[in-house]
């Protein structure tokens, strides 16, 4: 239940912030972000995250905790392909237009902590699941020429990394 969540949340970040820990990270940018080309019952989903969000940073802030919040490079469905069909957007476009949302939505974050270099596996479902759109070094830095101006504009913080064992030379530490 909702009240479970926020009490273990609650648990959580004073037991971190008691070790001297200053940040915490939360799964997922995709469920912070809402849409009004997702279907309905995707938007009334969301919704309830974002309400859930904002007390879960809420209790982070009340302990002095900056928020960053993870995403892989990019998340998808077929509401999301439809709308970058039918508005020959790109996917760096698309992930900017989800930041400055977020940024709006949530001020209080600090920033965001992007993956590159994996996806979803074919036996995961889910409402958002990822797909390697990055696989080459001049993706990732064109990539980043995009957004970065973003997060300066928000003063928030990007934090680019890698996976372990990822996908091409792009996804290996």
Same mark, same amino acid.
């Given at each position: 239940?909702?009240?479970?969540?926020?009490?273990?949340?609650?648990?959580?970040?004073?037991?971190?912030?008691?070790?001297?820990?200053? +940040?915490? +990270?939360?799964? !997922?940018?995709?469920?912070?972000?809402?849409?009004?080309?997702?279907?309905?019952?995707?938007?009334?989903?969301?919704?309830? &995250?974002?309400?859930?969000?904002?007390?879960?940073?809420?209790?982070?802030?009340?302990?002095?905790?900056?928020?960053?919040?993870?995403? !892989?490079?990019?998340?998808?469905?077929?509401?999301?392909?439809?709308?970058?069909?039918?508005h020959?957007?790109?996917?760096?476009?698309?992930?900017?237009?989800?930041?400055?949302?977020?940024?709006?939505?949530?001020?209080?974050?600090?920033?965001?902590?992007?993956?590159?270099?994996?996806?979803d596996?074919?036996?995961?479902?889910?409402?958002?699941?990822?797909?390697?759109?990055?696989?080459?070094?001049?993706?990732?830095?064109?990539?980043l020429?995009?957004?970065?101006?973003?997060?300066?504009?928000?003063?928030?913080?990007?934090?680019?990394?890698?996976?372990?064992?990822?996908? &091409?030379?792009?996804?290996?530490?």
């Amino acid at each position: 239940t909702r009240q479970e969540i926020t009490t273990r949340f609650e648990r959580y970040v004073s037991r971190v912030a008691t070790f001297g820990y200053d +940040s915490v +990270s939360i799964d !997922d940018l995709a469920r912070l972000v809402n849409f009004d080309f997702y279907n309905a019952d995707l938007q009334l989903l969301i919704a309830d &995250y974002i309400a859930l969000y904002k007390e879960l940073f809420s209790i982070a802030q009340a302990h002095d905790l900056k928020i960053f919040v993870n995403t !892989d490079y990019l998340f998808f469905n077929d509401d999301i392909q439809t709308y970058m069909d039918a508005h020959d957007l790109s996917a760096e476009s698309f992930f900017e237009m989800v930041l400055a949302r977020a940024f709006t939505t949530f001020p209080e974050l600090s920033g965001i902590i992007l993956r590159i270099g994996e996806k979803d596996g074919q036996d995961v479902s889910g409402h958002f699941l990822s797909k390697l759109t990055l696989r080459i070094p001049k993706q990732a830095n064109a990539l980043l020429t995009h957004i970065l101006p973003l997060f300066e504009k928000h003063n928030k913080l990007l934090v680019f990394r890698t996976w372990t064992v990822g996908a &091409y030379k792009i996804g290996d530490l």
